[in-house]
């Protein structure tokens, strides 16, 4: 894992602060005493996440982790009373927000995955387009062992701090050097903020994964 350096660049974040919850930067499965949720409930709390802050009134609401893991029960029960083993699978989180924006007269398109040569336009146009945050897999990677770097963020420089696969997380936004195209996509996870390389990113799906597995939860603005 090597330091990263990033020159000229433009940023673009969620026109919103991202949910909060005490001192954190989005929620985190780990707080939960339930077993499952704690340790597969990455995809619960990336959807319960992104229906908070598309709903007004809710962004603000559940700023503490009492009121948050209440609201994340409630979450489980109205969308995902059948729960694989070890987790929720993108189909049924793209199933789940349908009846989420049905429910509430929303004028998206939803579906799960993207073509790999339009996923970074995509995840672009959600955050800048349509201030939207991004449900964003990294694969199980099957039988490999290679993983998926974290970064933190210090002005121009990103520092590794870990590194995971079999994981979701939620795109808040992004920061793209000019000239080279090289992307770092600003995450919420376990309840903090960290970075991801884009380019590291693909080439971990390339090798080790697929674009089924590793991809997003895609909403498209109906116009």
């Known amino acids: 894992m090597e330091t990263i350096i990033l020159n000229e660049t433009e940023e673009v974040n969620l026109s919103k602060d991202y949910i909060k919850v005490e001192n954190s930067f989005g929620g985190n499965q780990e707080w939960s005493d339930k077993k499952q949720i704690s340790d597969y409930g990455c995809g619960l709390i990336a959807f319960n996440d992104l229906v908070l802050y598309m709903k ?3 962004r603000t609401k559940y700023d503490k982790k009492e009121y948050y893991l209440k609201r994340l029960e409630e979450t489980r029960n109205s969308y995902f009373r059948f729960w694989c083993f070890r987790g929720i699978p993108g189909i049924w989180l793209s199933l789940a927000m349908k009846r989420f924006i049905r429910g509430n007269d929303l004028p998206y398109r939803v ?3 993207v ?3 339009n996923l970074k336009k995509r995840i672009k146009d959600m955050i800048r387009l349509y201030d939207l945050p991004v449900i964003f897999s990294i694969g199980p990677g099957y039988f490999r062992k290679n993983r998926v770097t974290f970064y933190e963020r210090r002005g121009k420089t990103f520092n590794p701090v870990c590194h995971t696969k079999g994981h ?3 795109v808040t936004g992004y920061i793209e050097e000019a000239g080279t195209g090289r992307l770092m996509l600003r995450i919420s996870s376990w309840g903090n903020m960290y970075y991801i390389d ?7 799906v390339k090798k080790n994964d697929n674009f089924y597995f590793s991809s997003i939860l895609s909403l498209k ?3």
């Open 56 to 58: 007004p009134g809710l």
């Open 115 to 117: 073509l790999p040569w």
């Open 168 to 170: 979701y997380v939620t």
């Open 198 to 204: 884009f380019n590291e990113y693909c080439d971990y």
């Open 111 to 113: 579906s799960w995955g």
């Open 221 to 223: 603005k109906i116009t």
